[in-house]
């Protein structure tokens, strides 16, 4: 791990980093599956069961599909039958469904905005990578008031390995002008946490404010937080504490 001094950048997963990922995906998630299933309400479930939902526990499940897949990887799951030009097509709607419907039902994860605003002010550099695409990843941003924080967006589609592959940290970090070991890689998933091993950054941050859990997570990342709230005093920027406890 680098010395926490050296971080200088900041690559955040979104849903369930930056966003309440229950909160924003479950009603499109359920619409989309009524929609694959042709409004039988019995096969929409299965969907759902199929893409990760836990209908006991009403959450999706860490490491599944709909938490950590990408759109290609949901349309392929329920739509095997698909040639190679409607599957294309079926993957450009869903981005098209999910950018929309993402951006408006945004949730942010408490304090999360707070806390960008302080390391954004505090000179480090921020980026998003997430299994979104990067239309629905921007759109979300703006939604939120944040997107001019932001120095880059990197969804699935924007390289040619998504997460777990280290693409996206290696892209950012070439970007930002900074070695991969000033980023901190961020997220709520294992996935994210592979992106950020596989590419070498310098701290890799897990936050259990999504889909993950801690015995799931503690062996990928160096620290494990509540959230992205807590990621300013963990890397000692100043007056974070003052800032985010008003």
Same mark, same amino acid.
């Given at each position: 791990?680098?010395?926490?001094?050296?971080?200088?950048?900041?690559?955040?997963?979104?849903?369930? $980093?930056?966003?309440?990922?229950?909160?924003?995906?479950?009603? @499109?998630?359920?619409?989309? *599956?009524? +929609?694959?299933?042709?409004?039988?309400?019995?096969?929409?479930?299965?969907?759902? +069961?199929?893409?990760?939902?836990?209908?006991?526990?009403?959450?999706?499940?860490?490491?599944?599909?709909?938490? *950590?897949?990408?759109?290609?990887?949901?349309?392929?799951?329920?739509?095997?039958?698909?040639?190679?030009?409607?599957?294309?097509?079926?993957?450009?709607?869903?981005?098209?469904? $999910?950018?929309?419907?993402?951006?408006?039902?945004?949730?942010?994860?408490?304090?999360?905005?707070?806390?960008?605003?302080?390391?954004?002010?505090?000179?480090?550099?921020?980026?998003?990578?997430?299994?979104?695409?990067?239309?629905?990843?921007?759109?979300?941003? @703006?939604?939120?008031?944040?997107?001019?924080?932001?120095?880059?967006?990197?969804?699935?589609?924007?390289?040619?390995?998504?997460?777990?592959?280290?693409?996206?940290? $290696?892209?950012? *970090?070439?970007?930002?002008?900074?070695?991969?070991?000033?980023?901190?890689?961020?997220?709520?998933?294992?996935?994210?946490? +592979?992106?950020?091993?596989?590419?070498?950054?310098?701290?890799?941050?897990?936050?259990?404010?999504? $889909?993950?859990?801690?015995?799931?997570? *503690?062996?990928?990342?160096?620290?494990?937080? +509540?959230?992205?709230?807590?990621?300013?005093?963990?890397?000692?920027?100043?007056?974070?504490?003052?800032?985010?406890?008003?």
């Amino acid at each position: 791990m680098t010395p926490l001094s050296r971080i200088k950048g900041v690559l955040f997963d979104k849903d369930g $980093t930056l966003i309440d990922f229950h909160a924003t995906w479950h009603g @499109v998630a359920d619409q989309m *599956a009524l +929609e694959a299933a042709d409004g039988d309400r019995t096969r929409a479930d299965l969907l759902m +069961e199929m893409a990760g939902y836990d209908p006991g526990a009403q959450r999706f499940r860490s490491d599944s599909i709909a938490a *950590a897949g990408t759109n290609a990887d949901i349309v392929d799951l329920w739509h095997p039958e698909l040639d190679r030009d409607r599957r294309r097509e079926r993957i450009a709607y869903f981005d098209r469904v $999910t950018a929309i419907e993402g951006a408006t039902r945004a949730v942010a994860v408490p304090r999360v905005i707070e806390a960008i605003t302080v390391m954004r002010a505090a000179g480090m550099r921020l980026g998003v990578a997430t299994n979104d695409s990067t239309e629905g990843a921007e759109k979300t941003l @703006v939604s939120l008031g944040v997107a001019q924080m932001f120095d880059a967006v990197y969804g699935y589609d924007a390289v040619a390995n998504p997460k777990p592959a280290g693409d996206v940290v $290696t892209a950012f *970090a070439d970007m930002a002008g900074l070695k991969v070991t000033q980023v901190a890689m961020v997220g709520d998933n294992r996935h994210d946490l +592979e992106a950020g091993r596989a590419a070498g950054a310098g701290l890799v941050v897990a936050v259990l404010s999504g $889909t993950g859990t801690r015995e799931k997570l *503690a062996p990928l990342a160096d620290v494990v937080l +509540e959230s992205v709230a807590d990621l300013p005093d963990y890397l000692a920027i100043g007056q974070a504490k003052a800032t985010l406890s008003t």
